[in-house]
């Protein structure tokens, strides 16, 4: 007990050096990968691209266990007219030593050398038709509908894209897969931490056709009106020449989303809108309202997002984000059911749409100039587990390959004996 009082003291202090001796920094909280900024031609002239990269994580937390992991990733991209051919696949492992019920023992099970287990696997396969304002992409690919939580999800399918005029049609059609899928067995990082047994997570399944999803969404955009040409040959230097307004209305969507599949019971349904408004002082203002529809969980769903964007010039830019998931039953004790959101709030207890109500407060500062930044958030759940978290995440880039990120969490949830720290460094080399 004394040992874990003892570490619990070291981590806070780790924690706040670490705000405090990093003046600047951001680092992505679900994916840090660099891999689409570093493709290059194997050969001058040919469109054949590549890109790797690989990462080492090391960590530990005050539930006496070690977290470990190690990953390998490779693409190539061959690209031509209006076509491309797009993989992205390579290796995962990792350790945790922890040794409480139910889990990992610290011995090799099935791994190689120092680390328990390892996955072979890939995250990108697909091919994509462009031409003029229509893109079709077919193949293992990631899928967003172009609302603000509904998907976030690799799996096997089609989307479509089309613009014609204002508006932007975005449909999507696809089988999420337990060994590609973002929370699956080749892309989560869930067996890092693990840190409650009993949470509700959705069903994946394991072959095509067991847990679908299809979605339209359709965003109408307002164009802005361009001032009338002047017959005034001075009409150009005109300081009372007539401006295009500048909207605090954005854009607005409708949507449309449905889950199914045999191993889905019935059919879920989920029907709304969402808009975006941006007012005066880089203010953004998020908001989106569905109905879901299931038998005896029938409730209305809203999201409210927040921001605020400062710009400090050389110094760089911070941003403040506050977040709200929300729902009103309709039937008594109403779950969220949108299984592939994989919002992964929070670095260790990762929340998703099934841990509605809850909220979540960020800010991060970057200055491009030191190739540094840092994120701090918190989470807070309301119901189920009373689930909250506070991270810090803290990033450096070295000669443009290298980046390392150093990140710290302290958690509490009802079934959690004690309060509970983790502190975890990364470094990830992309050539």
């Known amino acids: 007990m004394k040992i ?38 194997f050969k001058k002239d040919f469109p054949l691209l590549w890109a790797a990269e690989v990462t080492l994580g ?6 006496e266990r070690q977290i470990t992991n190690a990953m390998v990733f490779a693409t190539l991209d061959y690209s031509w007219k209006k076509h491309q051919i797009y993989v992205e696949g390579g290796m995962k492992a990792w350790r945790n030593t922890y040794k409480g019920p139910g889990q990992y023992n610290g011995e090799p099970e099935g791994g190689f050398g120092f680390f328990q287990k390892q996955r072979f696997g890939i995250r990108d396969a697909f091919y994509r038709y462009k031409k003029d304002d229509n893109t079709i992409v077919v193949g293992f690919q990631q899928f967003t509908l172009g609302d603000y939580f509904l998907v976030n999800e690799r799996a096997l399918g089609l989307s479509y894209k ?30 890092l931490y693990n840190t409650i047994r009993d949470r509700v997570y959705p069903v994946l399944g394991e072959s095509i056709g067991e847990t679908n999803f299809a979605a339209v969404v359709a965003t109408w955009t307002p164009k802005e009106k361009k001032a009338e040409a002047s017959d005034d040959e001075f009409g150009e230097f005109n300081e009372f020449a007539e401006k295009p307004k500048n909207r605090i209305f954005k854009n607005a969507s409708l949507i449309g989303y449905t889950e ?68 009103y039953n309709i039937d ?8 592939f959101s ?17 909220y979540q407060v960020a800010f991060k500062h970057r200055v491009p100039k030191w190739k540094s930044q840092i994120k701090i958030q918190f989470t807070q759940q309301f119901y189920y587990q009373h689930i909250s978290e506070f991270d810090v995440a803290i990033g450096k880039t070295f000669f443009h390959h290298a980046k390392l990120t150093i990140m710290g969490s302290r958690m509490l949830a009802d079934d959690l004996d004690d309060v509970l720290y983790m502190i975890r460094a990364e470094m990830r080399v992309t050539f």
């Open 58 to 63: 090391h960590g530990y937390m005050t539930d």
């Open 162 to 191: 089309n613009t014609f005029g204002s508006w932007d049609i975005n449909v999507n059609g696809a089988s999420v897969l337990k060994d590609f899928s973002r929370f699956g067995t080749f892309c989560s990082v869930n067996y």
């Open 332 to 339: 008594e004790n109403a779950m969220a059911y949108a299984s």
């Open 260 to 327: 199914f599949g045999t191993l889905i019971p019935e059919m879920r349904y989920h029907f709304g809108a969402n808009s975006l408004f941006e007012f005066p002082f880089k203010i953004k203002l998020k908001l989106e309202v569905l109905n879901q529809t299931i038998t005896d969980n029938n409730a209305l769903i809203y999201y409210i997002n927040l921001a605020k964007t400062f710009n400090f010039g050389s110094k760089g830019q911070s941003f403040i984000n506050l977040k709200y998931y929300g729902k």
């Open 342 to 358: 994989n919002l992964f709030i929070g670095e260790v207890m990762r929340m998703d749409m099934m841990d509605m109500p809850l």
């Open 4 to 41: 874990i009082v003892i570490l619990e003291k070291k981590l806070k202090i780790l924690v706040l050096l670490l705000l405090f001796i990093s003046v600047s920094g951001y680092s992505q909280w679900v994916c840090r990968s660099k891999l689409g900024a570093h493709l290059k031609p």
